[in-house]
């Protein structure tokens, strides 16, 4: 067992919230490995996915599930503890990059692009499998989850109270004035839980070491599971390990109680050529999965030669649309309202996933750089026709090129500090050159050769091809920034520059 297994549950005194719960309330349940009964009522209100949607249909609702209150007050108690549990012992698959501090689902896109693209660039196939579940988080087995929590060091009241957290669940569907019979729940890690997203993480860690042991790479996201199987074009064979891979994964799937959708499983070819994916024939559980020429991965489309063009097409498409719903604020919203409704929905679209937009063609970036004059003219009332980069300079924004290159630089300063993932960490290295030199102590990057990276596009854009040279051009105090913030500001300042001056 861990030596401090989750200090609080152990019975010492938190510093943070103890107090607000009471001495004789939710301090004594968790000593105890208690969790009040009463709390474990979840009410689901069914919501529409789009007001399109056929209503007598229930598959086009969403369970939205609402827990009490004080139940996540306690849970928030436990996760701050299990959070540095998993932190200090490691335990978490190194590719799992859902909810944990410092990852997200932009450095799991980073990374799984920058595989990608320096797999086509050394003239690889690529075959990159999205798998499907079915409520994943629903039909987690309880006694598998408790066996790998004390697998994993948690013992006594910590397990105690675990179990009394997941056992005894119940919930009720309410629609209108009208409320369901609660109904028990003999699974499953309960929705809009804290807690729950960890459990999880927990509950998929053997995964990830089954997919690798077929020479197989993996991206993993809470329940969203992506396997990159990487070979030469003539080596058609290649194809056999990916559906032995698959054929493992489906057996721990099936005997962890979750459950893999083959017809909503879908496979992406990555490689010069489209003739190249000619005989591949991926196959899980007896059904052939179709190469597609795009996917979506974590809300980013994905094409078969990673141009881009079709995320670019579609984030331009849909934060147009959100503008011209803002539109029609604007007579009832002054300006400083407005600007934080078009962040809201506008420029938060163009941000998303913008590290992977760097390097891409202008005429590409040229359909978000649109959206973002538009949204300009929208804030400050100028006309159709007014030049937009006094607005942006008025905005204090950043053109979309030079936002990409921010969040580039930012991830490449958390991978150096150790406040990023590890796999992007191992993407990026200092300079070491071969005898001492000035640069030795300029806090330069080792960037690859142009005998390293070939093609034109993946040294346009590849996250550890770009990201070192982005850090090198900064100036010697930017990169020596003490803090995230200090480098924050310091690198806006100097794109700033760059970009208006």
């Known amino acids: 067992m861990h030596p401090r297994p989750l200090p609080i549950l152990a019975g010492e005194r938190s510093q943070r919230g103890f107090g607000r719960v009471g001495e004789g309330g939710g301090e004594c349940l968790l000593r105890e490995g208690k969790f009040p009964a009463s709390l474990k009522m979840a009410v689901i209100k069914p919501l529409l996915k789009k007001p399109s949607l056929d209503p007598t249909q229930f598959g086009n609702f969403r369970p939205i599930s609402n827990l009490p209150y004080l139940g996540k007050v306690l849970e928030h108690v436990v996760a701050s503890q299990l959070q540095g549990f998993l932190v200090d012992t490691d335990f978490l698959d190194p590719a799992q990059s859902g909810f944990r501090p410092g990852h997200g689902t932009e450095t799991a896109l980073v990374a799984l692009v920058d595989d990608l693209r320096r797999e086509l660039d050394r003239g690889s196939v690529s075959l990159l499998v999205l798998l499907d579940l079915s409520a994943a988080f629903d039909t987690v087995d309880h006694g598998i989850l408790l066996g790998r929590l004390a ?140 190469l597609k020429a795009q996917v979506r991965s974590l809300g980013v489309i994905l094409d078969s030669s990673l141009s881009l063009e079709p995320q670019v097409s579609a984030v331009a498409r849909g934060a147009f649309a959100q503008l011209k719903l ?143 040279r982005l850090w090198n051009a900064l100036p010697i105090e930017v990169r020596q920034a003490p803090s995230l913030l200090s480098f924050r500001r310091k690198v806006k300042t100097w794109l700033w520059g760059q970009a208006f001056e």
């Open 151 to 290: 697998g994993m060091g948690l013992g006594g009241t910590v397990l105690q109270w675990l179990h009394s957290f997941l056992e005894g669940r119940s919930q009720m569907v309410s629609l209108g004035d009208a409320c369901s019979a609660p109904q028990p729940l003999t699974c499953g890690v309960p929705q809009g839980s804290v807690l729950s997203p960890m459990l999880f993480n927990i509950y998929m860690k053997p995964l990830g070491e089954i997919i690798r042991s077929f020479g197989v790479r993996c991206h993993l996201y809470a329940d969203d599971v992506q396997l990159c199987h990487f070979f030469p074009p003539v080596t058609k064979e290649a194809v056999q390990v990916l559906n032995r891979c698959l054929a493992a994964v489906s057996d721990w799937m099936r005997a962890n109680k979750l459950k893999l959708n083959s017809d909503k499983t879908e496979v992406l070819l990555v490689s010069r050529k489209a003739e190249q994916g000619i005989g591949l024939q991926p196959v899980l559980d007896g059904v052939t999965l179709p």
């Open 326 to 468: 803002v539109r029609q604020l604007r007579p009832y919203l002054g300006k400083p309202d407005l600007a934080t409704v078009v962040h809201a929905l506008v420029t938060s679209r163009l941000d998303y996933c913008n590290a992977l937009y760097v390097g891409l063609p202008l005429k590409t970036v040229r359909k978000l750089q649109l959206v973002q004059r538009e949204a300009a003219r929208l804030i400050t009332g100028a006309a159709f026709r007014e030049r937009t980069t006094p607005l942006l300079r008025q905005l204090h924004w950043l053109p979309i090129s030079y936002r990409a290159q921010f969040k580039v630089l930012a991830l490449a300063y958390k991978a150096l500090n150790g406040s990023g993932p590890a796999y992007l960490s191992e993407r990026v290295s200092r300079y070491d050159p071969p005898r001492s030199l000035r640069s030795s102590d300029e806090a330069l990057l080792a960037v690859p050769s142009a005998s390293q990276v070939r093609l034109a596009g993946t040294r346009d854009r590849a996250f550890s091809v770009v990201a070192p």
